[in-house]
Nanobody, 130 residues
Framework: QLQLVESGGGLVQPGGSLRLSCGSN????????IGWFRQVPGKEREGVAC?????????NYAWSVVGRFTISRELAQNTVDLQMNSLQSEDTGVYYC??????????????????????WGRGTQVSVSS
């Protein structure tokens, strides 16, 4: 069974950058649609970026991160990374990656619905503070 693990979180000052990585226990992530979500206490899990399965799959971004975050597949490392630039305090939260087999790829805005994903990592904390 697919297992996901996130890495790369940490503390960064406003305006700084972080790169998160979503890896697996050996299953090729190219066969899964992947989403990145974040959550803060008291709020629902929010989708921030997603990418369809297979190479060349389309990317979608929440309006709050457009132009600042980039999701990408790193095939050689078998990871799906989230490059986060111009970080703001509002980006603070626990970031999770999630996966669903390509046959059930959630397209367009559906990719931001956490109910459309089957596998989840345990999350990595991102804190943006001066």
């Amino acid at each position: 069974q697919l297992q996901l693990v996130e890495s790369g979180g940490g503390l960064v000052q406003p305006g700084g950058s972080l790169r998160l990585s979503c890896g697996s226990n050996g299953f090729p992530l190219d066969y899964y649609a992947i989403g990145w979500f974040r959550q803060v206490p008291g709020k629902e899990r929010e989708g921030v970026a997603c990418i369809e399965s297979r190479s060349g799959g389309r990317e979608n971004y929440a309006w709050s991160v457009v132009g600042r975050f980039t999701i990408s597949r790193e095939l050689a490392q078998n990871t799906v990374d989230l490059q986060m630039n111009s970080l703001q305090s509002e980006d603070t939260g626990v970031y999770y990656c999630a996966a669903v087999p390509f046959s059930r790829t959630p397209f367009d805005s559906a990719c931001f619905n956490p109910d459309n994903y089957e596998y989840w990592g345990r999350g990595t904390q991102v804190s943006v503070s001066s």
